[in-house]
């Protein structure tokens, strides 16, 4: 069954035949849903039953909601959700308030993960740039803090998460999905800021996110991150996180290979799950190559997906309605009313 490891994406707005055989046939951890794939939110709610019983075990629902430029799910409530940077400028309430309501609809939707918070660094002239509204700021401290209570309100909605993209991307110069960005710095100096919010919040998180950038000054190479041993040992040893990783999609162009090449490279550096954004055929020939290796039913790996499986469990299910997702774009909307006000006012109104 080593579609277990996988997190595979879809084409269109409902199961195709193939994808529905695809599901039966490897039984992947999960799903993640893109825009392509969500038009209203009854039809997203649909799509997640439809998943859920395409196979057993149920694939678990992800998706990548931030807020800002990665948002999901607001165009289908109707509240454009705020980015990180947007609402790490306006206080530690509004980033708090801003992931219980992001959460609160994708539980509703049928999402267990949601891929976030990113705990980047905005650094001058990269992060602050290629991440452009995506970092909560340029000092650890605050992403720290920022990190924090996202954390908090995703778990108070039922939802799981994952922190990425380790150990940092803040310092790339290029896009990973474009290229891959290496990242010259010493590695004392990557301690002490990029990888400071991942040493404080991992064990926070359900899960960790290693990104596609190559960091020369930990692993004297070019190799990117999430097919380095030596990354993954600094995140399981000097860490010490002992849950589950994720690689980037395995899409992006900071890869070099066939998909089968870079899965199996993933697998072999310390990725438990493998996420593949979209192009089952491909993600077909990954799993037949963790096979082939005999890497793709590591036992310490499956024992984590399973930890994870049990803690998705113990959230409560949240039944989709038309009316209660109405008033939850009321309320989203009378939160954004409440951002826009002056601090003043801000204040006088009180935590949403």
Known sequence: M??????????????????RAFLERRRPLGVILYPRNLETAAQAAGLAGEIRAACEPSPLLFVDQEGGTVDRIGPLLGVAFPGASGLGDLGMDRVHEGAYLMGRAA????????????????????GA????GRCYGFHAEDVVLSGTVFLHGLARAGVASCVKHFPGLGRGPVDSHVALPVVDAHDVDLV???????AKLARASDGVMVGHAAYPGFTGDKTPASLSPRIHALLRERI?????????????????????DRAAAAAR??????????????????ADRLEAEGIGEAPEALARIAALRRRCATFPRTRFGPEAWD??????????????????ARDVDGPF
């Open 2 to 19: 080593t579609g277990a490891r996988l997190v595979v994406g879809l084409e269109g707005s409902s199961l195709s035949a193939g994808e």
């Open 240 to 260: 010490g996180w002992d849950g589950v990783v994720y690689s980037d999609d395995l899409l992006m162009g900071a890869l070099s290979g066939s998909l089968p």
């Open 129 to 132: 740039v290629i991440l452009a």
């Open 107 to 126: 539980r509703m939707l049928g999402f267990d993960v949601d891929f976030a918070p990113s705990l980047d660094l905005a650094q001058p002239g990269t």
């Open 192 to 198: 002490v800021t990029d990888l400071a919010p991942f």
């Open 327 to 344: 008033a939850l774009r009321a309320e989203g909307e009378r939160w954004l009313e409440v951002l826009s006000k002056p601090r003043a």
């Open 269 to 286: 550096a310390g990725c438990d799950v493998l996420v593949v954004s979209r192009g089952l055929d491909e993600a077909e020939g990954a």
